[in-house]
């Protein structure tokens, strides 16, 4: 059964960090590309990064890049996401997902974590 698990989230003061994971069973995270989504209130999801199994090319939303940086331990199944200089715009809730394709963009994401939420306040 596949299945994604992000943990990580919390509520930190602007400023601050988090590393995000995205824990992968059932399947091997390291053939597949993995992207992080985030959906806050009364907003549409948005990709924030993605990245893919050869290589491990990343992508980023131009309001996240500099901040947030992706990263795979595929011995550990894992992907991670490290989030600094946190703004109270970042505020949502971050899902991990795949397509279970091989590239960043190809396919349809199907495979999806069940969240964890980041809150930015002072």
């Known amino acids: 059964q596949v299945q994604l698990v992000e943990s990580g989230g919390g509520l930190v003061q602007p400023g601050g960090s988090l590393r995000l994971s995205c824990a992968a069973s059932?399947?091997?995270?390291?053939?597949?590309?993995i992207g992080w989504f985030r959906q806050a209130p009364g907003k549409e999801r948005e990709g924030v990064s993605c990245?893919?199994?050869?290589?491990?090319?990343?992508y980023y939303k131009d309001s996240v890049k500099g901040r947030f940086t992706i990263s795979r331990d595929n011995a550990k199944n894992t992907v991670y996401l490290q989030i600094n200089s946190l703004k109270p715009e970042d505020t949502a809730v971050y899902y991990c997902?795949?397509?279970?394709?091989?590239?960043?963009?190809?396919?349809?994401?199907?495979?999806w974590g069940q969240g964890t939420q980041v809150t930015v306040s002072s």
């Open positions: 997902a795949t397509a279970r394709r091989a590239a960043c963009g190809e396919g349809r994401y199907s495979y």
């Open positions: 059932g399947f091997t995270l390291g053939y597949y590309a």
């Open positions: 990245i893919s199994s050869s290589l491990d090319i990343t």
